[in-house]
């Protein structure tokens, strides 16, 4: 049997993210939330523990990566992803980079040691999303040198980062073929920041445009082998892009675990703080079944994407569903601005679109979230339920007889 567990160092990262994301995050997101600002100190602060090198593939490897950045989100998603994003350029140097080039730009990309340095990965355009090679970003050579042109869109970091590693077409007619990956470092002429992007949620994270406007930049800047030198067909950019978002996947996964589970606890919270008709909200039947619905996405969704497999995609919508549910238990509490549940949505809808779905089955063999609030036992149910037991009731149609 696969064993989904983890080792006693995975246990002590896991232990080392959550304190971190107790002391340091949670008192913390309501500011940077509200103000959308970049959380450097908080970001120097994990890089002093190792916790910034890359959750996105940077420098923690495999699932260790995978756990810290479940328990960051759980803290706060749009503080999490600052923290983490820089992985994100890291990524893409590894994936494509040489062995020259990695030395020479993932030390510009990771915050360590106290020191906050920023990366961006630049894929996307206005016109350009899931479709890649449809990217319009032109990399023209003029002898030792490139020139970029094109914007790119809904960049973490997008103009402020220490280095951008920049998706462009060399060839458009090659399709795939003609794509590429360049390094351009901080305060390189022709490289702007565009249209900073307000969100619905992670607002800790800088999302913006960025602008190239004949940027130019040495043609070692270009990852990979010299074009037409040993092994330049070896990782061609599309190959590098896909490999790139292949690596970092997974730790999408995971924050929408964390977001989730965060949900969970302040619903569960809340439905146990809340009185209405004489009792807690969490003894109302309909509730505790939601609440129970959102247990099981959560543990299917750390099944579907359990550590062991680190490949996260299946958990993500799981997660997202679970967390969603909690929406119906803010009546009470209002829309406040200020409200942390309110965040922990919208962060959730930002990670997946959720489709309808019918009311699962197996929530009796779920742990009872109610603790003392749970329904009578059954003896002290009336007899006509004990004899009848819970049925589904079918009401017909009320209109005249006949």
């Not at 790119?152 to 794509?179: P, Q």
């Not at 913006?208 to 800047?221: H, K, Q, T």
């Not at 967390?323 to 119906?328: N, R, S």
Request: proline share 5%; glycine share 14%.
């Amino acid at each position: 049997m696969a064993d989904f567990g983890l080792s006693e160092e995975e246990r002590m990262v896991q232990q080392l993210a959550h304190e971190f994301a107790v002391k340091e995050i949670r008192p913390q997101a309501a500011y940077f939330d509200e103000h959308e600002e970049l959380p450097r100190e908080i970001i120097a602060k994990a890089s002093e523990l190792g916790l910034a090198a890359g959750i996105f593939g940077g420098g923690s490897a495999g699932i260790s990566s995978v756990i810290i950045a479940e328990e960051l989100a759980w803290g706060c998603a749009g503080i999490a992803l600052a923290i983490a994003a820089s992985g994100l350029a890291a990524a893409a140097i590894i994936g494509i980079g040489t062995p020259e080039q990695q030395a020479k730009f993932l030390p510009m990309a990771i915050s360590s040691d106290g020191q906050v340095r920023l990366g961006a990965m630049g894929l996307t355009e206005p016109e350009a999303g899931s479709d890649v090679q449809a990217l319009s970003t032109t990399a023209v050579r003029d002898g030792d040198d490139y020139v970029l042109n094109g914007t790119k869109r809904f960049i973490t970091n997008g103009g402020i980062a220490d280095v951008h590693v920049i998706f462009a077409t060399e060839d458009k007619s090659k399709g795939w073929g003609g794509l590429a990956a360049f390094v351009i470092e901080k305060g390189t002429p022709g490289l702007s920041e565009g249209t900073v992007w307000k969100k619905m949620g992670i607002r800790a994270s800088h999302t913006a445009d960025v602008i190239l406007e004949d940027c130019r930049i040495p043609a070692e800047n270009r990852l990979g082998p010299p074009v037409g030198g040993s092994g330049a067909a070896a990782v061609p950019g599309a190959l590098g892009a896909l490999k790139m978002l292949e690596r970092t996947r997974p730790s999408i996964g995971a924050f929408a675990l964390g977001i989730a589970r965060a949900a969970l606890e302040y619903a569960t919270e809340y439905a146990k703080e809340r009185r209405q008709f004489g009792k807690p909200l969490i003894a109302h039947e309909g509730i505790a079944f939601k609440l129970a619905d959102m247990a099981m996405a959560y543990d299917s969704a750390r099944l579907a994407g359990a550590p062991r497999r680190v490949d996260g995609g299946g958990g993500r919508a799981a997660a997202a569903r679970g967390g969603l549910d909690g929406e119906v238990l803010r009546v009470g509490r209002g829309d406040a601005h200020h409200d942390r549940r309110r965040a922990d949505l919208r962060r959730l809808r930002l990670h997946a679109r959720v489709p309808g779905r019918e009311v699962g089955t197996g929530r009796q063999d779920l742990p009872d979230l109610r603790g003392d609030e749970r329904d009578p036992a059954p003896g002290d149910q009336p007899r006509a339920w004990r004899a009848v037991g819970p049925r589904r009731i079918t009401r017909r149609p009320v209109g005249r007889r006949g």
